[in-house]
């Protein structure tokens, strides 16, 4: 990504930067030729199937077998669990509910629209994300097979079979991956993190041993910032791991990321290294060694050498912001227990893992995704049954499915579904009718081709998130044109009526999430980046409440929301790159700014919630009632200074700011002067860590308070 952004710096040139942007998103890196590999088996399979024992639903199968996880085995049954469990409700729902409404054409109507709106709440609160998929994949085919005029016997067998092609998906894309696949030892988070700092260290080792920087080197570092973390972010969102674990690694991934970008931008850059810089690599090199060491030993991350203020001045570019990034990396987990800790299930002093996000109820935006979601699709079904058109139907599957990313949409992935459509549907699908199958007369032949369209889409899949979504398109598109019947499609105006279907759909998904509610990437990054601070100024008052598991459940949503809100900043981030305006230089210095931001409110949101304790009041974490108070008067200072920054951040004029660094004097004076009559090993323990992080959050937030 690093890289990446060097090129935009020169929109003179698009096409250079489009053929530059291409080879980076389609270069090969480790273990992609291998994932699409077991892609294309996997899709080929449950093809071959589905045609020789004439198994309805083979689109839909087959684009399973793409969209299952394939991080670890664990992960990898778990998904194909998720999938089939969840398509066996969605079944069932569709079943008891067409028994009440069928004979009913309003309450189906009715039931129609609040179908789709479960399914597009489902996609925004749901914790699984295939449990999301498998449910609006399966409501989006039941909707037009029950709006048939066929017997209700054949709608039963239908939806059974529906049922069936998902079994023999679940079951051979599981098969495949857990014959094929290299079992690692690991953790799905963790070892995607080590494997960027190893590559860091890799390139720290050239500088230290006054080598040139081999090509192999460079590639590898600039493949790991075109890959970018987003994977990694959407792991830890819908995962079970303890809350403070996610919070804790959603940082580290952040901050890695940056470093991973740094390194990318280095790399090309011709320098002399001197004496005292190869030593500074050297300590580089082993403080990154030592928390790659201890995070795959489920240890604390520390440094091996401490960082001074004489540290700062060199000749080389860029190796301050790494040092200072690798220091937070460890200041991410002071104060924590060992990773081991954390793991599944959630500790008891937070709320379990669940079905729906803990805000799934108080966060608004869950609800205005379902209705902009809800109408996009509702406006296609009332279009293409107004028109007594059922071919376009494939309009409200393309709605659902478009949705499971539309979540921080932005110009960017809209041009990504339309060239996927595009391509996929009458590039690909139409174009292979009219060229290549009439010379096709067995199903050998249609495998070939099928092999090579899943093999390309597979490629854009496994690209960055600015690119993963077109070979998405792109499968979805030839699927639905050439794998719904058991021959070869020679009508073309089937295959039109499905193409038009599809366009249908993102027109509409366009008109509402960006003309309707749309704004342009750049002004929504800012306008999330300054919800997140008003958040954390809410998070800094908590608990408001007496009662303690109303205030944990309340902080705990909160926290959750932040979270999210982390994740979009960085997606829309990178949108900004891809929406060209007239003051699209303003919006990249203003992308550079939140992007060096981010990381440091990452690190005051973990030691917040760290803070969070002592607040509480939890068993182990009692404070003295004076030091409680002057806690509560500094976290309320704490929100107001945050505020301001959000104030600034509207362009608000704010009012006078706060002088946080008097607040925490006298706390710090208070702490130590409050009990004196009490021994001082009562005190030891819960204060033990109290002040240091005080001090940590007054630092990171008059920083940013003095950047912003």
Not at 501 to 513: K, N, S, T
Not at 548 to 565: D, F, G, H, M, V
Not at 654 to 680: F, G, H, I, M
Request: hydrophobic share 50%.
């Amino acid at each position: 990504m690093a890289s990446f952004a060097q090129t935009v710096s020169a929109p003179t040139r698009p096409w250079a930067w489009f053929r530059e942007f291409l080879k980076e998103e389609l270069a090969p890196y480790p273990g992609r030729a291998g994932i699409v590999a077991r892609m294309v088996m996997a899709a080929t399979l449950i093809m071959i199937i589905c045609m020789t024992f004439r198994i309805p639903y083979a689109w839909q199968a087959a684009v399973y077998a793409l969209l299952v996880s394939r991080e670890s085995p664990r992960a990898t049954l778990q998904s194909a669990a998720t999938l089939f469990a969840v398509t066996g409700i969605g079944a069932a729902y569709l079943l008891f509910c067409m028994r009440l409404f069928i004979n009913l054409p309003l309450l189906h109507f009715l039931w129609v629209l609040a179908t789709l709106f479960l399914g597009f709440y489902a996609i925004s609160a749901l914790t699984n994300y295939l449990a999301a998929v498998a449910f609006v994949n399966t409501i989006s085919a039941g909707i037009p097979l029950w709006d048939r005029h066929v017997s209700a016997e054949t709608n039963v067998e239908d939806t059974l079979w529906l049922c069936l092609a998902v079994l023999i998906a679940v079951a051979v894309t599981a098969g495949v991956e857990l014959a094929l696949v290299r079992i690692r030892t690991g953790d799905e988070i963790v070892l995607p993190i080590t494997e960027r700092l190893a590559g860091i260290e890799e390139l720290l080792d050239s500088y230290i041993a006054d080598r040139p920087l081999d090509q192999q080197t460079e590639k590898k570092i600039t493949g790991l910032a075109m890959r970018g973390a987003s994977r990694l972010r959407r792991l830890l969102r819908r995962s079970s791991y303890a809350p403070r674990y996610r919070e804790q690694m959603g940082a580290a991934v952040s901050l890695v990321g940056g470093l991973v970008d740094i390194a990318a931008n280095l790399a090309p850059l011709n320098f002399k290294v001197t004496g005292e810089d190869r030593l500074r690599f050297r300590r580089l090199a082993e403080n990154i060694a030592g928390i790659r060491a201890d995070l795959l030993g489920g240890k604390v991350p520390r440094l091996a050498h401490s960082y001074g203020e004489s540290e700062v001045a060199t000749a080389v570019p860029l190796l301050p912001e790494m040092e200072r990034t690798v220091r937070l990396i460890a200041e991410v987990f002071e104060g924590s227990q060992p990773l081991s800790a954390y793991a599944p299930p959630a500790s008891r002093d937070e709320p379990a893992s669940r079905l729906f996000l803990p805000d799934a109820l108080a966060n608004s935006e869950h609800l205005k995704f379902a209705l902009k979601g809800c109408l996009a699709a509702s406006l296609c079904y009332i279009l293409y049954n107004s028109l007594a058109w059922p071919g376009i139907s494939t309009a409200v599957t393309t709605c659902l499915l478009t949705a499971l990313s539309t979540i921080g949409a932005s110009r960017q992935k809209q041009l990504l579904r339309f060239a996927g459509a595009v391509f996929g549907g009458l590039v690909l699908a139409m174009g292979s009718q009219i060229f290549i199958l009439p010379l096709v007369d067995s199903i050998t032949g249609f495998t070939v081709l099928f092999i090579f369209v899943t093999g390309a889409a597979s490629w854009f899949m496994t690209s960055s998130p600015r690119l993963s979504y077109f070979g998405v398109q792109v499968a979805l598109a030839f699927y639905l044109v050439n794998v719904q019947e058991f021959a070869m499609q020679t009508s073309l105006e089937v295959a039109r009526d499905r193409v038009l279907g599809i366009l249908l759909g993102l027109v509409m998904m366009w008109l509402v999430f960006d003309r309707l509610w749309g704004a342009p990437a750049a002004v929504e990054m800012k306008r999330t980046f300054t919800s997140i601070l008003r958040s954390l100024a809410q998070l800094a008052r908590e608990p408001r409440s007496s009662d303690r598991k109303a205030a944990i459940e309340r902080t705990y949503s909160l926290r959750e929301t932040i979270n999210e809100t982390f994740d979009k900043v960085r997606a829309l981030a990178d949108s900004v790159l891809f929406e060209f305006r007239p003051s699209w230089q303003q919006d990249l210095a203003l992308r550079d700014r939140v992007r060096r931001w981010q990381p440091q409110l990452r690190l005051l949101f973990v030691t917040r919630i760290a803070l969070l304790k002592y607040r509480l009041q939890l068993p182990g974490f009692e404070l003295p009632e004076p030091v409680r108070l002057a806690q509560q008067e500094f976290d309320n200072r704490l929100a107001r200074t945050l505020d301001d920054m959000a104030d600034r951040m509207d362009d608000k004029r704010s009012e006078a700011r706060e002088n946080l660094q008097d607040s925490l004097e006298r706390l710090e004076q208070t702490t130590l002067t409050c009990c004196p009559e009490l021994p001082k090993e009562a005190l030891a323990t819960p204060l033990q860590t109290f002040l240091p992080l005080s001090r940590r959050i007054e630092s990171l937030a008059g920083a940013l308070d003095t950047e912003i």
